[in-house]
């Protein structure tokens, strides 16, 4: 009888527990709108540069972005090469020109510009070459 008697005191403690575990277990964490906050911020070309075009000694202060172009501008440009680029060629400007394993070569241009590219890369008028895997 003393057997049943543990058993029972045992389950019933059990039992009582059960509704604070599973309180604790389905707990979800709600915000006040005090707490989530909305931060705008401008981005500008600079904050787009890659570490090499941002170095202060070596680095291209940029005022323009272009995306999957092939060529600059006059101005210094930050030139991102797409999946489709194969060649880039900068402006005038000093630029910084980052290109992908696909692309087979770039031509810097005129100015002081650091250029970014694949293993395979031809770099030409390159004040500073990286080369990436």
Not at 6 to 20: N, S, V, Y
Request: aromatic share 4%; hydrophobic share 40%; charged share 10%.
């Amino acid at each position: 009888m003393r057997r049943r008697h543990w058993a029972c005191l045992a389950g019933g403690t059990l039992l009582a527990f059960m509704p604070l575990v599973s309180s604790a277990l389905t707990q979800t964490i709600v915000f006040s709108p005090t707490t989530v906050k909305q931060h705008d911020a401008t981005v500008t070309p600079n904050d787009l540069r890659p570490a090499e075009c941002a170095n202060p000694v070596t680095g291209v202060s940029v005022a323009r972005v272009a995306v999957g172009s092939t060529a600059g501008s006059s101005t210094n440009t930050l030139l991102l090469g797409d999946a489709a680029t194969t060649a880039m060629t900068g402006g005038g400007g000093g630029d910084c020109i980052v290109g992908n394993s696909a692309v087979l070569t770039i031509d810097g241009g005129l100015g002081y510009n650091v250029c970014i590219g694949g293993m395979t890369t031809v770099f030409t008028n390159c004040a500073v070459e990286v080369r990436n895997p």
